[in-house]
C-alpha cells in the first residue's frame, strides 16, 4: 500500500493537487477529532441534516449516513445535488462518531441502513459481511488512483471508493518556541528535549484531550510508524502477520511503548488529561496554554482564524532519515447490498467519484492529498516541515495494515481505551501491548 501512495503523492505535487479531509470538528475516528456525541438529540437518535433537499422539487431520494457533522457537509452535499441533475437528491444523515458503528452495524445486520455504506477502517469488515456490493469496473472508478482502494478492495475486487487521504501530525505554537528560544524538534529525543526545556520556563508543553480524543495513539504509532515499521525488515512485515495471528504485539513493541512513555514518565501526558476533551486541549492549545498539539489538517481553520503563528512536524522519530506521518484512506463508500433504490445509489457513487464532489471536499479544507485525478489544491506555508515527506509518499498508518484480517477500527478503539490507563499511570506499557494482543485473539477474521 505504501508503495502506490508514494506513486500517488508524488504525482499530487507534482500537479498541485493535494487536499485533506472533511470538517473542523469530524474525522475518520482513526484521523482526527471525533463529532460530539450531544450533536445527537436527547433520545440519541440522528436526524437528517436540515435544508439539503429544499428545492429539489419531486426528485428522488437517496440516502446515506456518515459522523461528519452537517455544517460541514453542507456544500458538499450541494455539490453532489448537482451532480444528481434534478433526478435524485440527497438525503443525508448526521450520526456522531462514538456511535456511528453500532448503528450502521445494527441497521446492515437487520438488512436495512442507508443507500450507500460510508466507512472508515472499517470498510473491509463491511466487505467481508457481504454488506456492500461489486462494483468492479465501473466507469466512475476511473481517475482515482490505486492507493485509494487500499481499504476497498477483497483481492481484485473492489467495492467503494475513497473521498480523499488524511494524515497527521503534530502543530506548535511557532510564537512560544521562539519566545522560550526552544528549537522546532526533528527527532524524538530532540521532542523530548523541547518539552524539558519549555517546562523549564513555566510553560505546559503538550496539551492532549483523552476523554475523548485519539491523539495520544497517534502520538505514540506514529512514533513507533518512524522507529519500527519504517526502520526495520521486521516491522515492514509486521503488521500483515499480526493480523493474521503469527505474530503478537507483546515480545515485539514492547520497547517502543516504554521508550515513547518517556512523555509519560516526565508528565508531559498525564492523567489530567484522561478527563479533558480533545475539544478542550485544542482551545487551550489555541488560547496559548500548551506549546504542542497532536492534531492534522482537520483544524487548520480552527488555528488560522484564531491568528495563530503555527506550524506542523511530524510524529517523530530517532531519525530523521526517511520520516512518516501517519494517514491513508479516510472515509469509504460503497452501495449496501439492501438497497431499495439500486439505481440511485449508482447514481449516488457517480457524484462521489466526480472531481466536482472530491473538490468539495477539498474546498471545505486545507491541505492533506487527493486520490481523485483533477483535483487541485495549493500546500500553505504552514506545512513547510512536512511538505517533503508528503512530497515523498510517506503517508502510512499499522491500523490501515490491520485490517487485511480483522475489524481494525476495534483494535484501534481498544489502543485509545488503553491509553487512557497508560496516560493515567495505572497500566504499563506491557500492560498496553498485551490488552491490545488480547482484544486481536478475539477479533480476527480466521
Known amino acids: 500500500m505504501k508503495k502506490k501512495i508514494v506513486s500517488l503523492l508524488t504525482a499530487a505535487i507534482v500537479t498541485a493537487s493535494l487536499i485533506v479531509g472533511c470538517g473542523n470538528t469530524a474525522q475518520d475516528s482513526t484521523g482526527g477529532e471525533t463529532a460530539s456525541a450531544s450533536e445527537t438529540d436527547a433520545a440519541g437518535e440522528t436526524a437528517p441534516a436540515e435544508s439539503e433537499s429544499e428545492g429539489w422539487g419531486d426528485a428522488q431520494k437517496v440516502t446515506f449516513a456518515c459522523w461528519y457533522d452537517e455544517d460541514d457537509m453542507v456544500p458538499i452535499i450541494a455539490a453532489i445535488n448537482e451532480k444528481l441533475g434534478g433526478e435524485y437528491v440527497v438525503e443525508y444523515t448526521y450520526i456522531a462518531r462514538n456511535d456511528y458503528n453500532n448503528v450502521l452495524g445494527t441497521q446492515l445486520a437487520a438488512g436495512e441502513g442507508p443507500d450507500i455504506v460510508a466507512d472508515g477502517t472499517n470498510f473491509p469488515a463491511r466487505i467481508k459481511a457481504g454488506n456492500v456490493k461489486e462494483i468492479t469496473g465501473a466507469a466512475y472508478l476511473k481517475g482515482i488512483n490505486e492507493a485509494g482502494f487500499a481499504l476497498c478492495k477483497d483481492g481484485d475486487k473492489i467495492y467503494g471508493i475513497p473521498s480523499y487521504g488524511w494524515f497527521s501530525g503534530v502543530w506548535y505554537n511557532k510564537d512560544i518556541f521562539e519566545q522560550n528560544k526552544v528549537a522546532v524538534p526533528t527527532t524524538f529525543d530532540e521532542l523530548v528535549a523541547a518539552c524539558d526545556a519549555l517546562s523549564a520556563n513555566g510553560v505546559q508543553p503538550m496539551g492532549f484531550g483523552l476523554a475523548d480524543g485519539d491523539t495520544g495513539v497517534h502520538s505514540l504509532l506514529g512514533y513507533i510508524e518512524n522507529n519500527f515499521y519504517e ?22 513493541l514492547n520497547q517502543y ?5 518517556v512523555l509519560v514518565e516526565k508528565g508531559y501526558i498525564n492523567d489530567t488529561m484522561v478527563g479533558i476533551s480533545n475539544e478542550q486541549a485544542l482551545s487551550d492549545f489555541i488560547a496559548g496554554k500548551t506549546a504542542i498539539f497532536n492534531g492534522g489538517p482537520w483544524q487548520y481553520s480552527n488555528l488560522q482564524d484564531a491568528g495563530m503563528n503555527f506550524g506542523m512536524i511530524p510524529n517523530l522519530g530517532s531519525s530523521t532519515e526517511n520520516q512518516y506521518l501517519n494517514g491513508g484512506p479516510a472515509v469509504n463508500f460503497g452501495i449496501n447490498v439492501n438497497t431499495k433504490n439500486e439505481s440511485g445509489a449508482e447514481k449516488l457513487m457517480e457524484a462521489l467519484a466526480s472531481v466536482e464532489v472530491q473538490q468539495a471536499f477539498v ?11 483533477g483535483v487541485k489544491v495549493d500546500i500553505p506555508d504552514e506545512y513547510e516541515a512536512v511538505k517533503d515527506i508528503l512530497e515523498n509518499g510517506n503517508v502510512a498508518c499499522c491500523w490501515d495494515r490491520w485490517s487485511v484480517n480483522m475489524p481494525s477500527q476495534s483494535l484501534f478503539d481498544e489502543a485509545v481505551s488503553q491509553m487512557q490507563g497508560l496516560a493515567a499511570g495505572s497500566i504499563t506499557p506491557d500492560d498496553f501491548v498485551k490488552a491490545l494482543d488480547a482484544k486481536a485473539e478475539s477479533i480476527r477474521y480466521e
Open 363 to 373: 474546498d471545505a479544507n486545507v491541505g492533506g492529498f487527493s486520490y481523485k485525478e
Open 257 to 261: 511503548v516504554k521508550e515513547w512513555s
Open 231 to 252: 526502520a526495520s525488515e521486521e516491522g515492514k512485515s509486521f503488521d500483515e502477520e499480526f493480523a493474521k495471528g503469527l505474530k503478537t504485539m507483546d515480545g515485539t
